[in-house]
């Protein structure tokens, strides 16, 4: 069971720091979002709490952030860009955070292939791209106790890429 001041990933808001637990038959989580514009609390049953996981620890924030560079690219093509970006989005939802890391890196690389060759990447490749970067930068900013754009530059920093892209 997690304490109030812990934080924890949702499967659909990301990074939330738990700000009141409830006791009784139907006990429930109160649950702020973190890093959201307009945050909104979310009741979550504590029964169902095998949906929920905690927020990696430092050494595995430090850990994603050093093999960055190595983390292969995803090759899963499905038939038309709607399959594909649901298979990704389920795919964040469900997952690690080392699997949003990949689906950014996956999804970087392939806007990148498509902009050199001077075609139009499909929208859903920057929906998915925009999702899987906030996800993860949020959780790991929460691991390292820093920013989500201060993790975007130790991404950087560690790819030997200009803080300016």
């Given at each position: 069971?997690?304490?109030?001041?812990d934080?924890?990933?949702?499967?659909?808001?990301?990074?939330?720091?738990?700000?009141?637990?409830?006791?009784?038959?139907?006990?429930?989580?109160?649950?702020?979002?973190?890093?959201?514009?307009?945050?909104?609390?979310?009741?979550?049953?504590?029964?169902?709490?095998?949906?929920?996981?905690?927020?990696?620890?430092?050494?595995?924030?430090?850990?994603?952030?050093?093999?960055?560079?190595?983390?292969?690219?995803?090759?899963?093509?499905?038939?038309?860009?709607?399959?594909?970006?649901?298979?990704?989005?389920?795919?964040?939802?469900?997952?690690?955070?080392?699997?949003?890391?990949?689906?950014?890196?996956?999804?970087?690389?392939r806007?990148?292939?498509l902009?050199?060759?001077?075609?139009?990447?499909?929208?859903?490749?920057?929906?998915?791209?925009?999702?899987?970067?906030?996800?993860?930068?949020?959780?790991?900013?929460?691991?390292?106790?820093?920013?989500?754009?201060?993790?975007?530059?130790?991404?950087?920093?560690?790819?030997?890429?200009?803080?300016?892209?």
């Open positions: 069971m997690y304490a109030i001041g934080y924890l990933v949702h499967p659909g808001q990301g990074v939330c720091r738990v700000e009141d637990v409830t006791s009784g038959p139907q006990a429930v989580y109160q649950l702020l979002p973190v890093g959201k514009r307009h945050p909104i609390y979310i009741s979550f049953p504590v029964a169902n709490e095998g949906r929920l996981r905690p927020v990696l620890s430092r050494d595995e924030a430090e850990q994603i952030i050093d093999q960055y560079p190595t983390i292969e690219i995803e090759q899963f093509h499905a038939r038309n860009n709607s399959l594909e970006e649901e298979h990704y989005k389920n795919e964040i939802r469900e997952g690690s955070c080392l699997d949003s890391v990949r689906i950014v890196k996956t999804f970087r690389a806007i990148a292939d902009s050199a060759r001077n075609k139009k990447p499909p929208v859903a490749y920057e929906r998915i791209l925009k999702q899987a970067r906030e996800r993860s930068c949020s959780e790991l900013a929460v691991a390292l106790g820093c920013t989500p754009e201060d993790v975007a530059v130790l991404f950087q920093q560690r790819m030997g890429e200009d803080s300016e892209n």
